[in-house]
């Protein structure tokens, strides 16, 4: 079956684009099905995206969307992909989770055909644009994107609307420990201590700060005084000169990214804080309590 057929007229051009958004990809999908292209699908057909990235799902998020599809029903059908035995989620696995909490049995889906690469991409912008990952598996998802579809740092960080910066900041993570990442995963230390602590060369010394960071509570500007006033072998220095006289801004940028779960710059007296799709600015003003 070719990607034109399989995808729906004109979809195919999508993943064609420099850059891809998942809610274009996934309207598309739903507004050029029939009503007779959605079906009802067995829950114990599905089985997740192998390039899922997310390894851990938020269970009182999916308890409140478990609540709403009892009382309200599924309100968007599932995109499916058909395999040798059922089916794999192509986007829509938390409405599947939800679903299963409450015992239902079925759930509306709508079948479709991916090449591997597609798939890929389609789990990690979902997870990106629609429900924040950690840092981990971030990095595991853009490391993954690299490796098996051949794309350079800034290749993926044009097709993902991202920073090339941010794109190696992140995989720059599994540098780290797996002791230290899983931390990350389990949020015990935040994205801004793993980034600092992936800068450096000794994984003792790593270790030695992890430990510090969680027994004394280490904010990401006490680690970052720590490591900057030591002679620690870095992988990468720590930039000196003018970044040092503003660190107070690159501390409140460090909260505020870590606050709202996108790129945030300060300077010259201003604010910029970076969204991929208006589905992200309605995330990020909620986050804020900033009503439309």
Do not use: C, W
């Not at 684009?17 to 007779?36: C, G, M, V, Y």
């Not at 912008?125 to 998802?141: F, P």
């Not at 720059?172 to 450096?200: C, D, F, W, Y």
């Amino acid at each position: 079956m070719n990607n034109k057929k399989a995808l729906g007229r004109g979809l195919e051009s999508l993943f064609n684009n420099e850059s891809l958004d998942f809610d274009q990809i996934e309207k598309k999908i739903i507004k050029e099905a029939n009503e007779e292209e959605i079906i009802e699908i067995s829950l114990n057909e599905l089985r997740s995206n192998p390039y899922q990235p997310r390894k851990v799902f938020d269970e009182k998020a999916l308890n409140e969307l478990a609540k709403s599809i009892e009382e309200h029903g599924v309100f968007q059908p599932i995109i499916v992909k058909k395999s040798i035995k059922g089916y794999e989620i192509i986007a829509g696995e938390r409405r599947v989770k939800a679903s299963k909490l409450i015992n239902k049995e079925k759930i509306p889906a709508i079948v479709r055909e991916f090449n591997d690469e597609q798939m890929m991409e389609i789990a990690l912008l979902e997870n990106l644009q629609r429900e924040n990952l950690s840092a981990i598996e971030e990095a595991y998802a853009y490391n993954n994107l690299i490796n098996k579809l051949g794309l350079t740092q800034e290749k993926l960080a044009k097709r993902l609307g991202k920073s090339r910066s941010h794109i190696t900041n992140m995989i720059g993570l599994l540098r780290l420990p797996n002791s230290v990442q899983n931390l990350v995963l389990e949020n015990k230390i935040t994205m801004g201590h793993a980034r600092i602590l992936s800068k450096l060369e000794n994984e003792k010394l790593i270790l030695e700060l992890t430990e510090q960071i969680i027994n004394e509570n280490l904010s990401v500007r006490e680690l970052e005084d720590i490591v900057s006033t030591q002679n620690y072998n870095k992988k990468n220095k720590i930039k000196k000169g003018k970044e040092n006289k503003n660190l107070e801004y690159k501390y409140i940028e460090e909260i505020i990214t870590e606050k709202l779960g996108t790129k945030v710059k300060v300077s010259n007296k201003k604010i910029q804080i970076s969204f991929t799709n208006v589905n992200d600015l309605n995330r990020i003003l909620e986050i804020m309590k900033i009503e439309e």
